[in-house]
């Protein structure tokens, strides 16, 4: 189904985990410890190396992504791409030079594990020494990535049945890494008078027939932490905001999803370009006056 955004998508089809394979084991909370010693290695980006020289005079906008492989962080890629904006890409799979649809692709991708936190400060070091080319400043960060677990058979996993293994991961992937890239890369987001998108879902607010307590939970713990962050980041000029999808034709969906959307007022799946238009839309001058926001992106699906 779907996928005009997956044409020419350097990433996809390779790995496939995210939407229903065992998750990885998180990792304990020595990442924060990574994430906080992140901060402050900022001074030793100044060094150059291949990034720094490679965009010494860059002065485009540029957003940090996170799930960028495939579905809507793909969309959001292209998009971003096509406004000129350089997109540093995070994701488990790493960057195909040769179907890359954008330029500096590969430069720009960092292959990060989010379910291990560890990696996850790793990460946070690497994209601030790649910002010192651009000044130290970031423009937006997406938290896109995310996981869904479902049992074997394809069925939701309940509050009774999800071991804390799924518990763990699915909390570091969707809900510590936003907030420890946001702190990690908080200086850089100051500095541009940045923005923040959360992608929460439609699940965070009731129960979904597909998805999961632990995603569902994550979802709603990401929204409050939207909130939180709007509060707390806004002083600094750095706005945060959430998009909540509800169908979107991706990987992550279960089958029979297509059969929940002929109820929709839409009466259709969602577009992954359609979702990405909202993310750029909040990280550009027109929501420059929108923190602490959700919009729902389903068709209407919340009515
Ligand atoms: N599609 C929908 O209907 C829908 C509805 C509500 C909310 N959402 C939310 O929208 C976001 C994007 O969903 P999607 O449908 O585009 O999902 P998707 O097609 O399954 O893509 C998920 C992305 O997350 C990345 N990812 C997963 N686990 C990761 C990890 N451990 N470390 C680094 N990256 C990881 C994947 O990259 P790699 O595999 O390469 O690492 C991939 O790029 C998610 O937060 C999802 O919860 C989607």
């Given amino acids: 189904m779907m996928k005009d955004s997956e044409q020419y998508c350097p990433f996809h089809g390779e790995t496939g985990t995210a939407a229903g394979g065992e998750p990885p084991a998180a990792a304990d909370n020595a990442g924060t410890q990574a994430a906080e010693q ?18 010494a005079d860059d002065t485009r906008k540029t957003l940090v992504l996170t799930g960028a492989s495939r579905g809507i962080g793909h969309a959001t890629v292209k998009r971003f791409s096509s406004e000129g904006w350089r997109v540093i890409t995070c994701s488990r799979q790493s960057f195909s030079p040769q179907t890359c649809p954008w330029a500096e692709g590969a430069e720009d991708h960092i292959g990060v ?58 909390f570091q992937v969707n809900f510590y890494a936003p907030i420890m890239l946001a702190r990690g890369l908080f200086a850089e987001l100051k500095a541009a008078h940045g923005a923040i998108v959360n992608v929460t879902s439609i699940a ?39 998009i909540a999808p509800g169908e979107i034709a ?15 007022p839409l009466r259709r799946l969602g577009r992954p370009e359609e979702v990405a238009d909202t993310i750029y839309y909040l990280c550009g001058e027109g929501a420059s006056y929108v923190t602490g926001s959700e919009i729902h992106i389903n068709g209407g699906q919340h009515v």
Avoid: C
């Fill in 38 to 55: 992140a901060r402050g290695l900022a001074g030793g980006a100044a060094q150059g190396g291949k990034h720094g020289a490679r965009f």
């Fill in 113 to 170: 594990n989010l379910a291990d936190a560890e990696d996850v400060g790793r990460a946070i070091a690497e994209i601030r020494r790649r910002l010192e080319a651009n000044g130290g400043r970031l423009h937006a960060l997406v938290n896109n990535a995310g996981i869904s677990p479902k049992s074997e058979s394809g069925r939701r996993l309940n509050s009774l049945e999800t071991n804390m293994q799924i518990w763990r991961a699915v």
């Fill in 204 to 242: 965070g607010g009731r129960v979904h027939p597909f998805a999961g307590t632990a995603y569902a939970t994550s979802k709603a713990a990401l929204a409050a932490l939207t909130r939180e962050m709007a509060s707390d980041f806004g002083p600094h000029n750095v706005r945060v905001n959430a």
């Fill in 250 to 264: 991706t990987g992550i969906l279960s089958p029979g999803t297509e059969k929940m959307a002929e109820h929709l």
